[in-house]
């Protein structure tokens, strides 16, 4: 298999994704994945209840859809129907992404592919250039930025500033603990700082967005209200690296 850099493999996903949107007619934000993954790669899109009747011994099960098929639930979000179509798009596009890494299609172990997807699908919803842009307009606020790409999680917004060049910590808290804390210039635990904590407790408190200076940190939070948790996402900066 041949060997590649990170910056390599993120370049390559970055220009399939410019030449598939231009061959697509779609030259400005937002992506709609869900129009895409029908005209580009011919699925098929349907609605159906989930099967939560319980079976009796014999019954047939339903079968599972076959070809090209996305099947949504009547409960899934705007958001959740374009992850999952963006994901499908993913999944066709490793074939052409590999070839231009010099990688056999077909060679690559599973878990390849999967961290494949988990690469390409924001990627497609969020383009690097067009995205920079939004946030760089934003101020890096997620409220302000989704204006732009208004059917993208704003967890998923959240981690892709990590992929642009200002240093930043993201933290999504969930009831109180921390669930995932990522930083794109250093390893760092889920250990809150001073700032995150007492921004964490501003929003909880308020239900609003807030920003808190504190020990050489500043740390902007938002409220994420709906969903399971009482989810709070947290964008920490340093004064200096």
């Known amino acids: 298999m041949s060997e590649f850099t990170p910056e390599e493999l993120f370049d390559t996903i970055d220009r399939q994704v410019t030449d598939l949107l231009a ?15 029908q005209e580009a790669f011919g699925y098929s ?14 019954d047939r ?12 639930q009547p409960t899934h979000s705007d958001a959740a129907k374009q992850s999952l179509a963006a994901r499908a798009c993913a999944k066709e596009m490793i074939p052409a992404i590999l ?5 056999v299609p077909g060679t690559e172990q599973k878990s ?11 990627r497609l919803l969020l383009p690097t250039r067009w995205f920079a842009t939004a946030a760089r307009r934003g101020n890096s606020d997620l409220l302000r930025i989704r204006e732009t790409f208004p059917d993208v999680a704003l967890e998923l917004i959240a981690l892709r500033l990590l992929d642009l060049d200002d240093p930043c910590v ?3 808290v969930d009831d109180g603990s921390v ?15 001073a700032a995150e904590e007492a921004c964490a407790a501003k929003v909880r408190e308020s239900e609003e967005p807030q920003t808190v200076r504190k020990d050489d940190w500043t ?5 994420i209200p709906t969903g399971p948790f009482d989810r709070i996402i947290l964008r920490a900066v340093p004064d200096e690296l």
């Open 23 to 37: 061959r697509f007619g779609i030259d400005s934000p937002p992506v709609d994945a869900l129009a895409l993954v």
């Open 45 to 58: 899109v349907r609605e159906e209840e989930p099967d939560d009747e319980p079976r009796q011994y014999g």
């Open 61 to 72: 099960p339903r079968a599972k859809p076959r070809g090209r098929q996305l099947v949504f």
């Open 99 to 103: 070839s231009k890494l010099g990688v």
């Open 112 to 122: 390849a592919q999967g961290q494949l997807v988990g690469l390409i699908a924001p």
């Open 170 to 172: 993201i933290a999504i």
């Open 179 to 193: 669930g995932l804390r990522r930083s794109n210039f250093a390893q760092l635990g889920k250990k809150l700082t």
């Open 219 to 223: 740390a902007r939070g938002w409220p």
